[in-house]
């Protein structure tokens, strides 16, 4: 597995899960194109399983097994490193072994034992700012994954905080702070504007803010952007409000790219 440094500015994207393996490549050539246009490191992001969904009838994805099988043809066929969700701490070991990033969903980034098994694999470890956190409580959340020997492999990703019922906001003050940590700070632009159970059974989102909270983070300092994206969020089986279109990823992109050219 190819060493992963996350030392310059660097693009997480793909679908919220792995809804097939079609899907996931035919995503994943896209991102690879893009990255090389721009010379632009690019992870692949899909989950095999999404435990936290708003109700037991949405879809969670393919499980483990045929999930990492999907997400192994990805980096076989374009080179693209991996990263998925990780919810249970017994399944770490299995997901190391083909993902190059675990992610700990923002719901679970307080759970220890879920924490330290994710630093053991000696994978990086992506911590997604719980929406209920102050940033500067994330300091606790590095203190366990450095504890437990994650040192030098930690991302933490901003994605909004809960502002009344079914709405979230970002502060964008909290990138200087999770930076303060010495850890690469990752801008959630199509989580931020979810709106949780915003459509009873599931949640909802409104993606025509993703270009700006995308833009206003990359001025604020972020190291890496993290986008959600589909050929068709429409008909996409999780998080659909809050994608953006694969068609429309690359304008993104060169906007983030000219911002962050033009504050150094």
């Not at 330290?116 to 694999?121: D, E, G, S, W, Y």
């Not at 999770?178 to 915003?198: E, I, K, M, N, Y």
Request: net charge positive; proline share 6%.
């Amino acid at each position: 597995m190819a060493q992963l440094a996350f030392d310059r500015f660097f693009l997480i994207a793909g679908p919220c899960a792995v809804e097939s393996r079609a899907l996931c490549l035919r995503v994943a050539r896209e991102l690879a194109r893009l990255g090389r246009a721009h010379r632009l490191p690019v992870v692949f992001k899909a989950s095999y399983d999404k435990a936290n969904r708003s109700s037991h009838r949405s879809f969670r994805g393919p499980g483990l097994r045929r999930g990492l099988e999907w997400l192994r043809a990805v980096k076989e066929e374009t080179g693209l490193p991996v990263l998925t969700d990780l919810h249970l701490p017994s399944e770490a070991e299995s997901a190391a072994e083909v993902a190059d990033v675990l992610q700990i969903p923002a719901f679970l980034c307080r759970q220890t034992d879920l924490l330290v098994a994710a630093a053991k694999t000696g994978r990086w470890v992506n911590v997604k700012k719980g929406q209920f956190l102050a940033p500067e409580e994330m300091g606790n959340v590095v203190a366990k994954l450095r504890h437990a020997g994650a040192r030098g492999r930690t991302l933490l990703t901003e994605r909004g905080a809960c502002f009344g019922y079914g709405n979230l906001v970002v502060d964008f003050r909290s990138i200087p702070i999770l930076r303060s940590f010495g850890c690469p700070v990752v801008f959630d632009a199509t989580h931020s504007v979810q709106r949780p159970g915003g459509l009873g059974d599931r949640s909802g989102g409104d993606a025509r803010f993703i270009p700006t909270l995308a833009r206003a983070a990359t001025a604020a300092g972020c190291d890496g952007l993290f986008v959600e994206t589909h050929p068709d969020p429409s008909r996409a089986l999780s998080d659909g409000p809050n994608m953006i279109r694969l068609r429309d990823l690359p304008r993104l992109v060169t906007e983030v790219l000219r911002v962050r050219a033009a504050v150094g």
